[in-house]
């Protein structure tokens, strides 16, 4: 696991638009971490031969002290902690699922902790026999900086059927909000085992004492203990959830998970409980219902002690046989574009997934990702003839479930020349739509993909749209809109006042919730703030501005898939091949909505879009 990677491939969430990205932060890393050391021994070690501060003439011993004290007391307070920028996705109908940016100030410190103690990450992932999720560093530059150790649904769905061989009863269970229920001191519990890390912890006054005395387990305990320092830098020192979203966020919550998973192997060896755990969902597999009694109190009784619990309305007893599979991705994979009656096939494979929708409201998002996955990965090619109907079909699903808007963008740049002026007055009409609804209630991925369609296929909007997104008050929303704003003359009449975010760029912004629309509002001329060194009076961002760090950056777009070469015989192959080889979990961090049907699976992404 390499420091750069984790940086440039793990710290953004991949639900943001395109030109937010952390690759230039990646690179700088190194420099970027002894420059901090440097500045940090300047202005916070007291005892250095390099303090910044020097006596000044006349002043007595005792007022410099008191001088030095509170310059380093005011520079530690000010970079001690962050607020993280806050990003959300649709979870169903009505729920969000809340990801988060993390400032990189603190992010840094805390991919340094995991990759320089990886091996001991790996020792702890070592004790679960369960996990399907364990996170594998990955070589491919254009994915995710970890993959899991599941190779997607088919894999996943095997390893399910063959753990599950010499049992007659599934369990089925999660943990109730996995990801924001995580006591970030448990992660000394997961390295060391709860009783042996509280016995440190109840000695961690001596702990420099036992670690120059050989203990290595009390050396342990100090990296674990600056881990979970790290993580609450992150979030305002707050000890209860991780942020999700970065990938060290799925470390850390697998490090814990593998701990708890060792636990419950270890209680019911005497069963021979068999078990697989993907994220927070656990499937159980037992003989009898006895031994189901058993194994679920236990893991009700063990989650209770890592401060976690069981998602009550999940949990699921079934006897085998049953149905494994998800009904509309079974539906989806049956059916079959006809080449010479394409625009029936289109009309009909659309019926089918609203109609899917109808009937599971809760999965929409779900269903209509899925069954998208043909036309954005060029399996199923639309001709220019039947375009204008797909088109409609296409836009209209995006109306009804806009969580699909990064989707529909790939497919609407892999046939950008059959787009003419009647497509972009039904795009105008879905972003208008879609800002003007969401705004409101501040769904900022929806505004955000809407208004990257707009500069993606140059769209004006109009004056009163855009300061709906400025009444947002969103960091990326208001990003994607300075781009539009500053960079094209698509907002139509006056230009969108920005006056009333440059008045509250003040000193404290940069650890703010909006230090990125500070930082890369300012550094790209595009916000002007009242005090023109804003920049240049902190530290850390400092470093970033000199090193011409940048997160955004207003020519990346999204890549497209080439047509896929096959024969007319191999079509429902490969369409099948990509609707269950090429995907991934997305993570699953919070409970699904109740009611959901129990042979649901979770829905999965492509795993090349990492």
């Not at 894999?155 to 007659?168: C, G, H, V, Y």
């Not at 003007?436 to 500069?455: D, T, Y």
Request: charged share 25%; hydrophobic share 35%.
């Amino acid at each position: 696991m390499q420091l750069k990677d984790l940086i440039e491939r793990g710290y953004f969430p991949k639900e943001l638009p395109p030109p937010f990205h952390t690759s230039t932060l990646a690179n700088n890393v190194n420099s970027i971490i002894s420059s901090w050391a440097i500045c940090f021994e300047q202005n916070g070690t007291i005892a250095s031969p390099n303090f910044i501060l020097r006596q000044h003439a006349g002043e007595s011993n005792n007022d410099f002290k008191k001088r030095k004290k509170a310059h380093t007391n005011n520079f530690i307070n000010r970079f001690n902690s962050s607020k993280a920028t806050e990003f959300t996705i649709s979870k169903g109908r009505l729920s969000r699922r809340f990801l988060r940016i993390p400032n990189p100030k603190h992010f840094i410190a805390l991919s340094e902790k995991i990759t320089n103690n990886w091996a001991l990450f790996e020792n702890i992932f070592r004790l679960s026999q369960y996990s399907k999720s364990l996170p594998v560093p990955e070589k491919d530059v254009k994915k995710r900086s970890v993959h899991t150790k599941s190779q997607g649904v088919a894999d996943f769905r095997n390893q399910l059927i063959e753990t599950s061989f010499s049992k007659l009863i599934e369990i089925r269970v999660d943990i109730s909000k996995f990801y924001p229920s995580i006591y970030t001191h448990s992660v000394t519990w997961a390295f060391l085992g709860k009783e042996k890390a509280k016995n440190y912890f109840n000695q961690r006054d001596r702990l420099d004492i036992l670690i120059a005395s050989g203990d290595i387990d009390a050396k342990l305990y100090e990296i674990a203990d600056d881990i979970d320092n790290c993580i609450r830098s992150c979030q305002e020192r707050q000890s209860i959830g991780i942020p999700i979203g970065p990938d060290t966020s799925h470390i850390i919550a697998e490090l814990i998970a593998c701990r708890i998973d060792n636990i419950l192997q270890t209680q019911f060896a005497s069963i021979n409980l068999k078990a697989c755990r993907y994220y927070d969902d656990y499937y159980l597999f037992v003989s009898t219902k006895d031994e189901a009694d058993r194994v679920l109190k236990g893991v009700q009784k063990i989650l209770t002690d890592f401060q976690l619990e069981v998602n009550e309305s999940k949990i699921r007893i079934k006897e085998f046989p049953f149905s494994f599979e998800d009904e509309f991705a079974l539906a989806l994979l049956q059916f079959n574009f006809k080449g010479k009656n394409l625009g029936n096939s289109i009309k009909h494979y659309f019926s089918l997934i609203w109609g899917l929708a109808e009937k599971n409201p809760l999965k929409a998002d779900r269903i209509f990702k899925y069954a998208l996955k043909t036309f954005e990965y060029r399996t199923t090619e639309v001709p220019k003839i039947n375009w204008k109907l797909f088109e409609t079909l296409l836009l209209k699903t995006a109306l009804l479930e806009p969580s699909i808007l990064d989707i529909v963008t790939i497919i609407l740049l892999s046939y950008r020349s059959y787009l003419n002026a009647e497509s972009k007055t039904k795009l105008k009409e879905l972003i208008e739509f879609i800002i003007v609804n969401h705004s409101p209630i501040k769904h900022n991925f929806e505004v955000s993909w809407a208004l990257w369609l707009a500069k993606t296929f140059d769209i004006g909007i109009a004056e009163t749209t855009a300061n709906c997104v400025i009444e947002m008050k969103d960091t990326i929303c208001l990003l994607v809109l300075l781009d539009i704003s500053k960079t094209t003359k698509l907002v139509q009449g006056n230009p969108p006042d920005f006056s009333k975010i440059e008045s509250e760029l003040n000193s404290d912004i940069l650890f703010s919730e909006y230090w990125l629309l500070a930082y890369e509002g300012v550094k790209k001329g595009w916000l002007t703030p009242s005090n023109a060194n804003f920049l240049d009076e902190n530290h850390f961002f400092k470093l970033l501005k000199d090193l011409d760090v940048e997160f955004y950056d207003t020519s990346k777009q999204l890549e497209v898939y080439e047509p896929k070469k096959k024969d007319k015989d191999k079509n429902n192959d490969e369409q099948d091949k990509n609707l269950n080889t090429n995907y991934e979990y997305i993570v699953n961090t919070e409970p699904k909505k109740q009611g959901t049907d129990v042979q649901e699976i979770d829905f999965f992404i492509p795993s090349n879009l990492y």
